[in-house]
């Protein structure tokens, strides 16, 4: 399958993987850029975990295909992951690591 | 791409092997989900040091960190010249992969070393025994993603790796694109917020 096939077919093609691995590398630096900013520590755990997140799901999309193959893969992929998170929030507040109010 | 690869009429009219894929990666998720949530539970409850913001080497962190990303992309561009037939640049992406996850490696062992040498054990306090079980395991997974992109690499050689083999590709790439958002998680989890 050639660039033009894999366009037409809405699937990836080296230019956007090119352009994703950019966007990766800007938001790396941006993590390591807000790291180093002390006024921005009150928020640093957030804006941290929405910027890992973003990277996180734009290599599960354009590097996994997920965005465009069956969704069957992504609910096999999702199901866990939503599992796997559920537990560590639940262990975090169990042992008092996080608290409500 | 991936329905480029012809294989056996199936009830799901998916590949079994790729949905077997999927389900293994998917337990992962579960087995890494645990290691971080101990991380993160026994978290600053160390009683003797050394602490994270005594030892950890962000500015090396962020140089391994780029190399896996980095790594991701040569991977994904080896899938797209092994399902085109491009021999060639499967052989360079493919090797291009491999090198950039040894590389990750030697980082690793590189900060391994020095946490020794300061005085950071498995069994020197919490902060050592989750952090080095969490990072270890995930090295593990490096490792054999590496040996894993290998073999490829020599049945590219022997000529038996053309488009019609591709989805042995994307299985391998899927397995070394988990591993890179694992490491994205542990990047952010482990290193930048303390």
Known sequence: MNEHENAARGHATAGTYLVVAAILTVITVVEVGVYYVPSLKPVLAPTLIVLSASKFALVVMFYMHLRQDHRLFSAIFVVPLMIAVGVAIALLFLFGVLAVG | ?194
């Open chain 2, 1 to 194: 791409m991936s329905d480029a690869v012809a294989h056996h009429p199936t009830s799901t009219g998916l590949d079994s092997r790729k949905l077997a894929f999927w389900t293994f990666i998917g337990s992962e998720c579960l087995l890494f989900g645990s290691l971080i949530s101990t991380y993160l539970v026994y978290k600053g409850r160390s009683v003797t040091g050394p602490t994270p913001a005594e030892i950890l080497n962000i500015p090396l962190t962020s140089v391994s960190t780029f190399d896996l990303l980095m790594s991701s992309l040569a991977m994904v561009l080896a899938l797209a010249a092994v399902a085109r037939g491009d021999r060639l640049w499967a052989r360079v992406w493919l090797a291009t992969t491999a090198a950039l996850g040894a590389i990750f490696l030697g980082f690793q062992a590189y900060e391994f070393t020095h946490f020794v040498q300061e005085g950071l054990k498995l069994q020197t306090n919490l902060f050592g025994s989750t952090f080095f079980t969490l990072t270890g395991f995930h090295g593990g997974h490096v490792l054999v993603g590496v040996l894993w992109l290998l073999t490829l690499l020599f049945r590219s050689f022997q000529g038996k790796l053309g488009p019609d083999k591709a989805l042995l590709v994307e299985l391998a790439g899927l397995y070394w694109h988990f591993v890179d958002v694992v490491w994205i998680v542990i990047f952010t989890v482990v290193y930048l917020i303390q």
